[in-house]
C-alpha cells in the first residue's frame, strides 16, 4: 500500500501538547481526564513536558489512574512556558495531522475535539471556541468593552448549526494583530502542515503564545470557530489581563507588552495599517511603564527596580517618555 493510500485509509492523529509545571496536585490529572474523554472519528496522542514540576507530571498522573498508552511524558530542566511548548513540539508524532495547544490547568468539554475535527476535516487550517476563563463572568468572544472587537457570529458564514460552527468572513490575520487573545491558551487547533516547523520564542519573558498565534494566522487560509465554550481556563495568572495599575505586577505587565510589541514589529510581517495599530500599542505600553514607575514612587511603594532598569535598558525609547512624564510633574503639568 503507498503513503498516499495508507493516508486516506487511516483515521486523523490529533497531538495535544501540554507544558507543565504546577504545585498543587491533582491539576494535570483533571486536565488529562477532559482529553482521554474526548471522542469522535479521529487517534489521539498528548505529548506533556514536565518542566522540572514540584509535583512531577508521572505522579499526578498515576495517583488518579491517568496513565494511558496515548500519554507520553518528557522532562526538561525549567526552562518555562514556552521551551516547555517547543519540546512538546519538537516530541510530536511525525505522523501528526492537527496540533491542539492545552495549558495543564484547563480542561475541555467533551465534544471540543469534535467539533474541531468536523471543521479541519472540511479543509479549515485553524478552529477555536469560545472559552471561559476561572472567576471570569464573560467569555473571550464577549469580554471586550469596544463591540467591535468581539466576534460577532451574524457576521460570518453557519457551517453547521448542531455545533455552532461558523467560517470566519474577511481577513481573521488582521482581526488576530487586534485581538490575538480571541483565541484561548486550550481552546485552538491548527493543521500541521500549514506551519510544521513554527515555534514559541524563546526571548520573551511573557507573550509568547500571542506572537505564536501571530506567525500561527500569517500561514492559514480559512478558519472555522465555534461559539459554544468548549475549554474551560483554571486558576493560572496572565499578566496581560489580570494586573491593576500602578501596582507592581502592571509594571511587568507594561515591560512584558514592550517586549512583545517590538517583537511583533520586528518578526511579523505587517501592512502599513497593522504596524500603525502595533507601534501605537508599543506607545500605550511606554506610558503605562513610566507612569506606573512614578506613581509607585510619589506613593513610596515598592517595585522591582531590576525590572525596571531592565526595561529601559532594552529599550531607550522608554527613558525618553520618562524624562517627558517627569518633566510635566516637575513643572505642575497634568
Not at 498508552?69 to 495531522?97: F, T
Not at 516547523?197 to 503564545?209: P, T, V
Request: glycine share 6%.
Amino acid at each position: 500500500m503507498t503513503d498516499s493510500a495508507s493516508k486516506i485509509n487511516r483515521r486523523p492523529l490529533v497531538s495535544v501538547i501540554i507544558p507543565y509545571y504546577q504545585r498543587k496536585h491533582g491539576v494535570l490529572a483533571k486536565c488529562v481526564k477532559s482529553i482521554l474523554a474526548q471522542e469522535g472519528p479521529f487517534d489521539l496522542r498528548v505529548v506533556i513536558t514536565d518542566d522540572s514540576s514540584p509535583v512531577p507530571a508521572e505522579e499526578d498522573l498515576s495517583k488518579e489512574s491517568c496513565l494511558d498508552p496515548r500519554v507520553h511524558i518528557v522532562r526538561q530542566a525549567n526552562a518555562g512556558a514556552g521551551a516547555a511548548r517547543n519540546k512538546c513540539l519538537d516530541n510530536v508524532c511525525p505522523e501528526s495531522d492537527y496540533i491542539a495547544l492545552m495549558d495543564s490547568d484547563d480542561e475541555w468539554m467533551e465534544s471540543f475535539l469534535a467539533c474541531a475535527i468536523q471543521a479541519l476535516e472540511k479543509g479549515y487550517d485553524l478552529f477555536f471556541s469560545d472559552s471561559k476563563r476561572y472567576s471570569e463572568e464573560a467569555s473571550r468572544f464577549n469580554w471586550e468593552n469596544d463591540p467591535r472587537l468581539n466576534l460577532q457570529p451574524k457576521d460570518h458564514l453557519l457551517i453547521d448549526a448542531d455545533s455552532n460552527l461558523y467560517e470566519y468572513q474577511g481577513n481573521f490575520f488582521d482581526y488576530a494583530v487586534r485581538r490575538s487573545n480571541i483565541m484561548g491558551p486550550s481552546a485552538m487547533v491548527y493543521r500541521r502542515s500549514i506551519a510544521p516547523d513554527l515555534r514559541f520564542s524563546d526571548k520573551l519573558r511573557n507573550g509568547q503564545d500571542r506572537l505564536f498565534k501571530l506567525h500561527l494566522c500569517c500561514a492559514v487560509n480559512k478558519v472555522a470557530f465555534s461559539t459554544r465554550i468548549l475549554s474551560t481556563e483554571g486558576e493560572g495568572v496572565n499578566i496581560f489581563d489580570s494586573a491593576s495599575w500602578g501596582t507592581r505586577d502592571s509594571l511587568l505587565r507594561a515591560s512584558s507588552y514592550i517586549d512583545l510589541a517590538k517583537a511583533i514589529c520586528g518578526e511579523v510581517p505587517l501592512s502599513a495599517q497593522q504596524r500603525l495599530y502595533v507601534e501605537s500599542q508599543l506607545g500605550a505600553a511606554r506610558k503605562e511603564f513610566v507612569g506606573g514607575v512614578i506613581h509607585l514612587l510619589r506613593r513610596r511603594k515598592p517595585f522591582d527596580w531590576k525590572l525596571v532598569f531592565r526595561t529601559l535598558r532594552r529599550d531607550p525609547r522608554s527613558m525618553l517618555e520618562l524624562f517627558n512624564i517627569s518633566g510635566k510633574f516637575v513643572f505642575g503639568a497634568r
